[in-house]
Nanobody, 115 residues
Framework: QVQPVESGGGLVQAGGSLRLSCVAS????????MGWYRQAPGKQRELVAV???????DYANSLKGRFTISRDNAKNTVYLQMNSLKPEDTAVYYC?????????WGQGTQVTVSS
């Protein structure tokens, strides 16, 4: 079993920054895609960003330029640097790890941006 665990969420003022981390632990043989998703109250979960094992990245169009995804393969960790945060970025942020040819979700971390 693989367990991703997110950290780094919290309360921040508009214009501020946060860095989320997600560490995957367990019996891991291979990790391919690592990604971040978010779900705001009353809305569907949506893609934020994803990064492949080779470092190729993809972002939600509305977030390009403010958010940056990166990974440390040696640590089985994916990061999300979020800058110039806006109140509409308030959501629970989840990481999803493609490990051992299966997808695993973390429990989520709350990000709240005050105006």
């Amino acid at each position: 079993q693989v367990q991703p665990v997110e950290s780094g969420g919290g309360l921040v003022q508009a214009g501020g920054s946060l860095r989320l981390s997600c560490v995957a632990s367990g019996s891991i043989f291979i990790i391919r895609d690592m990604g971040w998703y978010r779900q705001a109250p009353g809305k569907q979960r949506e893609l934020v960003a994803v990064i492949s094992s080779s470092g190729t990245t993809d972002y939600a169009n509305s977030l390009k330029g403010r958010f940056t995804i990166s990974r440390d393969n040696a640590k089985n960790t994916v990061y999300l640097q979020m800058n110039s945060l806006k109140p509409e970025d308030t959501a629970v942020y989840y990481c999803r790890i493609q490990a051992n040819f299966m997808y695993y979700w973390g429990q989520g971390t709350q990000v709240t941006v005050s105006s």
